[in-house]
């Protein structure tokens, strides 16, 4: 049996180590990673460097693995989000999700790169893979095989799909396309994946 005492600490616990992944994702959102040290990071929350460590004894590559994944669970909220009902066309879903997560990664820049550029601390693609990142690539793989014909292998699919999406958000965020076009990528991914 928990005493209240010990529930009170282990909510303050979680408070804390919420307020560091808070900080830190402000802190790089605003300034970029390389600003996200033990040292600004001990400041922004009013604690010493070694209560961060307390929190996350890996460091920083810990403290970018807490923010990747409340990324992630963000993206699958809105790719979940962004699934439309029974009588949306293929195109329309489609759409919905590419649009969906191109303004994720634009609205959030750092918590994207910490989620697919950064080296994190979880395994992408195995059985060890946090749920969280599993829910965001099921609500892409998830949105094939709601069409109204799916791929065979929706899975394979669903990489490939994301792999597309994420090198249209790269490329695009490096200024290696005229932002001009932009919709018509859009387009001709949605009219690759919707038939």
Request: a negative charge; aromatic letters at 8%; glycine letters at 4%.
């Amino acid at each position: 049996m928990t005493t209240p005492a010990a529930a009170r600490r282990a909510r303050e616990l979680e408070e804390r180590r919420e307020r560091i992944v808070d900080a830190a994702r402000a802190l790089a959102e605003e300034h970029g990673w390389e600003a996200v040290t033990t040292r600004r990071l001990a400041d922004a929350i009013e604690y010493s460097q070694p209560v961060l460590y307390g929190h996350f004894p890996q460091g920083r590559s810990e403290i970018v693995t807490a923010v990747a994944l409340a990324g992630f669970a963000e993206l699958a909220a809105a790719l979940s989000g962004s699934a439309l009902g029974p009588e949306a066309s293929d195109v329309e879903r489609i759409r919905s999700l590419v649009t969906t997560y191109v303004d994720f990664a634009d609205r959030n820049p750092a918590t994207y790169d910490a989620m697919f550029l950064l080296p994190v601390v979880v395994p992408f693609a195995s059985a060890d893979t946090p749920e969280v990142m599993r829910e965001a690539f099921e609500a892409i793989a998830g949105t094939l095989r709601r069409l109204d014909v799916p791929p065979p292998d929706a899975e394979t699919t669903a990489e490939v799909f994301w792999g597309a999406l994420h090198g249209l958000v790269a490329l695009e965020r490096a200024n290696r396309y005229s932002p001009q076009h932009q919709a018509e990528r859009v387009e001709t991914l949605v009219r690759l994946f919707a038939r």
